[in-house]
């Protein structure tokens, strides 16, 4: 049986790319509801029916699990899905717990993530139950899911927008960078640039995966191991032959463009 991964568009593939590297002989299906990204700026009941709609035909594939690879979806559904489905289900959730761990408590931590995300009651929980502190900050990037699914990755473009969204913070006084979003792993080396060196950017994938290995009691895999699985894409629910914008994006993931 295969283990599903869903999102809106392309950014679950950062999430799909760790789940390689530690299970590299698992088979995979993602999905990604492409004709309906993306969901962050859509509202909030309109995001649910798209989420249940792709989980009822990727629930007929066959799957042993489940990985919401998306902030927006599983803020909005998880709680739902989980009780509709009887096999295990995945979320994502901003790296928020490790960046407070991270963090001296003179400096602030950013979660970037999409305004549907920072707006859940699923995130101002997270932040309530963790900020002892109050040096959590939210930053809405809206347009960088934009970005990414339209393939933009001009340096010219982008660093001019994060200049842009983050002129009013203090970057010199931030300790941690969350990316709460998982489109936004694409342009990490962009945010490097702009924030001062020694920023930590961190986030949640590899604890969506060790989460996953640990449901499925799958153990670590050592060394760099070659994909010896199969992985089948789907767009809307439209089977994807051959090469398609999804390999091209997991080789972008790993420098291979």
């Known amino acids: 049986m295969k283990i599903a991964f869903f999102d809106s568009g392309v950014g679950g593939l950062t999430v799909l790319n760790e789940a390689l590297q530690q299970m590299p002989d698992e088979n995979y299906i993602y999905y990604a509801d492409t004709e309906n990204a993306p969901y962050g700026i859509k509202t909030r009941d309109t995001v649910r029916e798209l989420i249940f709609k792709a989980a009822d035909e990727i629930s007929r594939m066959g799957i042993k699990a489940l990985v919401i690879a998306c902030n927006t979806a599983t803020s909005i559904a ?28 003179e400096k602030r931590i950013f979660v970037a993530a999409t305004p549907l995300t920072l707006k859940e009651e699923r995130f101002k929980d ?3 139950k963790l900020d002892k502190d109050h040096i959590v900050d939210s930053i809405p990037l809206s347009r960088l899911v934009e970005f990414c699914e339209n393939d933009i990755f001009d340096k010219d473009i982008i660093i001019p927008y994060l200049k842009d969204q983050f002129s009013s913070q203090n970057l010199e006084n931030c300790s941690t960078l969350v990316l709460g979003c998982t489109h936004f792993p694409f342009y990490k080396d962009y945010f490097k640039q702009i924030f001062p060196a020694g920023t930590s950017i961190i986030d949640g994938n590899s604890g969506t995966v060790k989460r996953l290995q640990y449901i499925l009691n799958k153990p670590h895999a050592e060394g760099n191991n070659k994909i010896r699985g199969s992985i089948e894409f789907y767009s809307s629910g439209k089977k994807l032959n051959g090469s398609n914008r999804f390999i091209d994006y997991l080789k972008r993931i790993n420098g291979e463009t």
Not at 78 to 87: A, Q, T
Not at 90 to 95: K, N, R
């Open 126 to 128: 997270l932040v309530s």
């Open 78 to 105: 998880i709680k739902d899905l989980r009780e509709k489905y009887d096999f295990p289900i995945i979320g994502m959730e901003p790296a928020v717990k490790p960046a407070v761990e991270l963090n001296g408590r």
